[in-house]
């Protein structure tokens, strides 16, 4: 079962656009990092928030990206890519039913 875990923003920092899990056209947000100015992996001056995105599940690739670089992919693709996730999972399920009754 999954537990729900709170994360606090200190009240200087602007709260982040994307959150966890969300769909991205480069791929799924599977990290968030604030980088403040000081940082010298990130060239803008102010705080800002950077997504480390799963590009690629089979090598488990990760790119990071900046706030302004992450691209959401439209309402009509977003749900084909969902509804195809779905029927492949319903078909797993079905072949471990039939593995499961086969013993």
């Known amino acids: 079962m ?3 875990k ?6 200087h920092w602007t709260s982040p656009k994307y959150s ?5 056209k480069q791929g799924m947000i599977v990290g ?7 940082n010298l992996v990130v060239p803008e001056r102010n705080g800002s ?5 799963l590009v690629s599940t089979e090598d488990e690739q990760v790119e990071y990206i900046s706030e302004s670089g992450v691209q959401l992919p439209p309402t009509q693709e ?9 029927d492949f999972c319903q078909r797993k399920i079905e072949n471990l039913t039939q593995q499961l009754e086969a013993l």
């Open 2 to 4: 999954e537990t729900s």
């Open 6 to 11: 709170i994360i606090t923003v200190p009240n």
């Open 20 to 24: 966890l899990g969300q769909r991205t």
């Open 32 to 38: 968030i990092q604030y980088c403040l100015f000081e």
């Open 49 to 53: 928030w950077r997504y480390a995105v």
């Open 78 to 86: 977003l749900g084909l890519e969902i509804e195809g996730e779905i």
